[in-house]
């Protein structure tokens, strides 16, 4: 039997997925030691290896077959745009992309002003606002902390990730629209759904049924 390749985004979704996978007996402790520099860890009985990458790289390893699944955000997949299947929502990390900004700036959004839009997600604001909204806007794209850009007059609007919404009251800002709901996924590269369907096939079933009902 070959072994299955995992990619997993680095960070908090990373501990979720390794929980949920102690729950359908997947383990692999080796992974969870924080100091450890080693980046590929392997289950041998169960033939699978691990590796936590960045995010935005999951969905290349998986679109290559250097991984032949990855559990990664929706943002990222819909940023990254790469092919491969979609195929489970593992319903934690939920979050929403929204367009933020200071109260003052809905009124710009009404009348489709040109605007400078903020993100770190360059592909998705461009989507939102020339294919759904049909308003010309200019895209600057930024590596973090996205909610400074209104307050400095960097950008009118952000479009960004709002979790608890905090980050967003606590610098006077809100959300003025919705792009879409967000929510941890796994995917498939396309071959490998091919060639190993019926071990991918089986563990999707295992997991579904360790998700909380919705
Ligand atoms: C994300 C996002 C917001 C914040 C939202 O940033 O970009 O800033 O979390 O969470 P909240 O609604 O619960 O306040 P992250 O912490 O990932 O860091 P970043 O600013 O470097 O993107």
Redesign the pocket.
């Known amino acids: 039997m070959r072994y299955l390749t995992f990619a997993l985004g680095k ?1 908090r979704l990373a501990y979720q997925t390794l929980e949920l996978f102690e729950r359908v007996g997947i383990n692999c402790e080796e992974m969870k030691n924080k100091d450890t520099r080693k980046l590929i860890f392997t289950n041998e009985e169960l033939k699978l290896r691990f590796f936590l990458a960045k995010g935005p790289d999951v969905p290349t390893y998986v679109e290559y077959g250097a991984a032949d699944i990855g559990i990664v955000g929706k943002d990222t997949i819909l940023e990254e745009g790469r092919k491969l299947y979609e195929v489970l929502d593992l319903g934690y990390g939920k ?1 929403r992309m929204c367009v933020c900004g200071p109260e003052s700036a809905g009124e710009l959004l009404k009348h489709n002003q040109q605007i400078r839009v903020a993100t ?1 997600y360059p592909n998705i604001a461009k989507d939102y606002f020339y294919n759904k909204k049909h308003q010309t806007v200019e895209i600057i794209k930024l ?5 400074l850009a209104p307050i400095v007059g960097l950008s009118e609007v952000i479009v ?11 610098n006077g800002l809100q959300v003025l629209e919705e792009v879409c709901p967000l929510s941890a996924r796994m995917v498939v590269n396309q071959v490998s759904m091919r060639m190993e369907n019926e071990r991918i096939t089986r563990l999707i079933q295992d997991l579904k049924s360790a998700l909380p009902k919705a």
């Open positions: 960070g979050c770190k590596n973090g902390s996205i909610e960004d990730i709002v979790e608890t919404g905090s980050t967003l009251k606590e």
